[in-house]
């Protein structure tokens, strides 16, 4: 009996060490694909965002620390690293909010890499040519709860960001990109070229 509490412990022992360094991988990984994305003079993409809410939809997308404007067909965004302005081209209107994470993450992928250091439980493993790093939120109020991230084992670019929020999916492939400097003027919203469009302040 003692032999076989003994054999337990141990396995239990291993384990923990096991998934330990897979969490340590998993960081280290991640490490160096924010180091790269968010490099300090910017990184532009082409991504497609699959969901159930918004179907289908394909855009590009401009990154700068934590700014980011986003253009797909039906919305272009702006983001400061405070403000969030949405212009929505179906009715020629402008929203102006402040985002929490979640909203953030649903146009900007590349938000994770300033959310992976806090309040996640990190693994990983290899799938082909890519790394995959699963993320699994530590507090159930987190409005993003789970995350798969794919990462290219070469170039430690991501070419997907999986994300649950409640019990809904939402997939971001990302293709195209490219180590590019930005102009802090493409993250902010210019009403000169927009007169005609509506503004509505949700702050």
Not at 16 to 39: M, P
Not at 69 to 74: E, G
Not at 84 to 105: A, D, F
């Amino acid at each position: 009996m003692k032999r076989f509490s003994l054999f337990i412990v141990t396995m239990l022992l291993i384990s923990l060490c096991c998934n330990a360094q897979n969490a340590s991988k998993a960081k280290s990984i991640l490490d160096t694909t924010a180091g790269i994305i968010g490099r300090s003079g910017g990184a532009s993409a082409n991504f497609t965002v699959n969901s159930s809410k918004y179907g289908n939809v394909p855009g590009s997308i401009a990154i700068k620390g934590n700014k980011f404007y986003a253009q797909t067909s039906q919305a272009v965004v702006w983001y400061d690293g405070k403000t969030q302005w949405t212009y929505m081209k179906k009715n020629n209107e402008v929203n102006i909010s402040t985002p929490n994470e979640s909203k953030r993450l649903s146009m900007n992928p590349y938000t994770f890499i300033t959310m992976y250091n806090r309040g996640y439980n990190l693994g990983m493993k290899s799938i082909g040519s890519n790394y995959q790093v699963h993320l699994t939120a530590q507090n159930a109020k987190n409005p993003v709860q789970e995350m798969y991230i794919l990462i290219n084992q070469r170039t430690k670019v991501p070419n997907e960001v999986k994300m649950r929020q409640g019990t809904n999916w939402t997939t971001i492939h990302i293709t195209n990109f490219k180590a590019k400097d930005q102009s802090d003027k493409l993250f902010v919203f210019q009403s000169k070229d927009y007169p005609k469009a509506e503004i509505v302040d949700l702050r």
